[in-house]
């Protein structure tokens, strides 16, 4: 197995601790996400806990495996809130879990063709238990000032192919007895704002899963065009640089890939302008007329989205869904929309994420009841100017 590889082509900041940019998106560039890696048998490094430091490439060890612990490697993501709720206050908490899913995206593009699986729904105490982690609220008793993480999801490399239903790859990680583990590094925060504790006790109580705490795990898989060279060049393009339509064809083919990253992802759809305006689907057209400065409204007032040259929609998730739901939606929003920017990429066209959704209600938009079907992410897409050649009308 290429861990360092893969990590290398996900998480790793190029640039070492000078370095801003990364191989995946983060709203406001914060990079709120750290990866803990669990290994087993078969991998590069000698079985056992450790934390990955992006700045510096490397794992730091935290504790043994465990006797039990299956071959292979399993990644939890954790989010730290503190930086992205004093940038976006209330509007953090859904920021948080779309960065992790951009982040396993990333690591799932790295990590193919080998097998890689990644759950949104693996109970977020086992999480942490697993990666040696106290849960959110035993955070400050045991390491105080600290900013705690929270776990979200994980990517499994099983090493075996395939594995038979039902795995449980952090089962033997998460079983007693848990050795005490160091922190993985000192970060010493200020005490939490109103605002920050609220942020944090509600993306723990949004992982806390309800019955199957093992989690389903999906495999994960590289669009055909997206190169190793890819993922190293990915950047969101400026809002001004973002107007001119892409092709048709070439906006099908992203919007295909976002719409069939996951089984238990949103719904996504294409808002186009031109000639012929509308929301579009894999399936068809969804509804006439220009959504786009709607969406700019919606998207915090972002007025370039109402010029953008399509916008791609993750929606679903109505008002009253489930906690479980609510996770799994944005994490997977975010995580679509990670392999729909790679995939653009390739294509050569422009990209950029867009975060920011304010009682965007596109069910009530398109005549629906209110409350049930919010947008929840979006992808800005362009195509550039010299491939652009004559308009081609949109089927
Ligand atoms: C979840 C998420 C939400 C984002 N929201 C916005 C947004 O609302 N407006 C915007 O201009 N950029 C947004 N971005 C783009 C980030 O600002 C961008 O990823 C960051 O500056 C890092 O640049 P890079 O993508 O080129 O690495 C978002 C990115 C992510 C991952």
């Known amino acids: 197995m290429d861990l360092d590889r893969a990590l290398r082509l996900s998480l790793a900041v190029p640039g070492g601790t000078a370095g801003r940019l990364r191989p995946a998106a983060s709203a406001g560039a914060l990079h709120p996400v750290r990866a803990h890696l669990l290994l087993g048998p078969g991998c590069p490094l000698p079985p056992g806990r450790y934390a990955y430091d992006p700045h510096t490439h490397r794992a730091h060890p935290r504790g043994p495996a465990p006797a039990d612990a299956p071959p292979g490697a399993v990644v939890v993501l954790t989010v730290t809130a503190t930086r992205t709720v004093a940038h976006y206050g209330h509007r953090a908490w859904p920021l948080l879990l779309l960065?992790?899913?951009?982040?396993?995206?990333?690591?799932?593009?790295?990590?193919?063709?080998?097998?890689?699986?990644v759950s949104f729904d693996?109970?977020?105490?086992?999480?942490?238990?697993?990666?040696?982690?106290?849960?959110?609220?035993?955070?400050?008793d045991r390491w105080p000032g600290t900013d705690p993480e929270l776990s979200l999801a994980a990517a499994w490399l099983p090493l075996t192919g395939a594995p038979a239903a039902p795995a449980r790859p952090l089962a033997a990680w998460a079983a007693p007895p848990h050795t005490a583990v160091p922190k993985p590094r000192p970060d010493a925060t200020t005490a939490p704002s109103r605002e920050l504790a609220a942020a944090r006790h509600l993306l723990?109580?949004?992982?806390?899963?309800?019955?199957?705490?093992?989690?389903?795990?999906h495999a994960a898989a590289?669009?055909?065009?997206?190169?190793?060279?890819?993922?190293?060049?990915?950047?969101?393009?400026a809002p001004a640089d973002l107007t001119h339509p892409p092709a048709p064809d070439l906006l099908?083919?992203?919007?295909?890939t976002a719409a069939e990253a996951r089984p238990d992802g949103p719904a996504w759809a294409a808002a186009v302008g031109g000639d012929a305006p509308g929301l579009r689907t894999t399936a068809g057209r969804l509804a006439t007329?220009?959504?786009?400065?709607?969406?700019?409204?919606?998207?915090?007032?972002?007025?370039?989205?109402?010029?953008?040259?399509?916008?791609?929609?993750?929606?679903?998730?109505?008002?009253?869904?489930?906690?479980a739901q609510v996770r799994r939606g944005h994490l997977a929003a975010g995580y679509a929309a990670?392999?729909?920017?790679?995939?653009?990429?390739?294509?050569?066209?422009?990209?950029?994420?867009?975060?920011?959704?304010?009682?965007?209600?596109?069910?009530?938009?398109?005549?629906?009841?209110?409350?049930?079907?919010?947008?929840?992410?979006?992808?800005?897409?362009?195509?550039?100017?010299?491939?652009?050649?004559?308009?081609?009308?949109?089927?």
Do not use: N
């Open 204 to 217: 723990d109580h949004l992982a806390a899963a309800p019955g199957d705490i093992g989690g389903t795990w």
């Open 252 to 256: 099908a083919r992203v919007l295909a």
């Open 99 to 117: 960065d992790a899913g951009h982040a396993a995206a990333a690591l799932a593009l790295a990590t193919a063709p080998a097998d890689v699986f």
């Open 289 to 323: 007329g220009d959504a786009r400065p709607a969406l700019a409204r919606w998207a915090a007032g972002q007025r370039w989205i109402g010029t953008a040259g399509a916008v791609l929609l993750a929606h679903g998730c109505p008002a009253d869904a489930p906690p």
């Open 338 to 395: 990670g392999l729909a920017q790679a995939h653009a990429t390739a294509l050569g066209l422009r990209s950029r994420p867009i975060g920011s959704w304010q009682q965007a209600d596109l069910g009530e938009a398109l005549g629906d009841a209110p409350g049930h079907d919010w947008i929840l992410h979006g992808l800005a897409l362009a195509g550039p100017p010299e491939q652009d050649g004559p308009p081609t009308p949109y089927p």
């Open 122 to 140: 693996a109970d977020g105490v086992e999480l942490s238990t697993a990666a040696g982690l106290p849960r959110a609220g035993a955070w400050q």
């Open 222 to 237: 590289r669009p055909a065009p997206v190169t190793d060279g890819t993922l190293l060049t990915r950047r969101s393009a």
